[in-house]
Nanobody, 123 residues
Framework: VQLVESGGGLVQAGGSLRLSCVNSGRTRSSYSMAWFRQTPGKEREFLAGIDWTGGFTDYGRSVKGRFTISRVNAKNTAYLQMNSLKPEDTAVYYC?????????????????WGQGTLVTVSS
């Protein structure tokens, strides 16, 4: 599993961005995916998780109702649609994969991570 995020950038408050996470590696595992974010001096914050089928999702409290996680397994890609962005959403965003197929909200549960993509929301 090799994860590469893209889609970050600068956006005004109230705007939208869509992040992508491509798995360029190979695995036979039906892995789940998640998105986290991190700001300096803070722990990684769980944003959203999705199971292999895409039928089950979970969201962190701070983004529920604004962010949507999805995946297209044929493209080995997971997405995070982010709407109604706020300055406090500014962070480095990471995608992660859990080979056990869970989509928990703790960073230690994930086996693989991308390098991160920076999202900056201006006021």
């Amino acid at each position: 599993v090799q994860l590469v995020e893209s889609g970050g950038g600068l956006v005004q408050a109230g705007g939208s961005l869509r992040l992508s996470c491509v798995n360029s590696g190979r695995t036979r595992s039906s892995y789940s995916m998640a998105w986290f974010r991190q700001t300096p001096g803070k722990e990684r914050e769980f944003l959203a998780g999705i199971d292999w089928t895409g039928g089950f999702t979970d969201y962190g409290r701070s983004v529920k109702g604004r962010f949507t996680i999805s995946r297209v397994n044929a493209k080995n890609t997971a997405y995070l649609q982010m709407n109604s962005l706020k300055p406090e959403d500014t962070a480095v965003y990471y995608c992660a994969a859990d080979l056990q197929g869970n989509y928990g909200d703790q960073a230690y549960q994930y086996d693989y991570w991308g390098q991160g993509t920076l999202v900056t929301v201006s006021s």
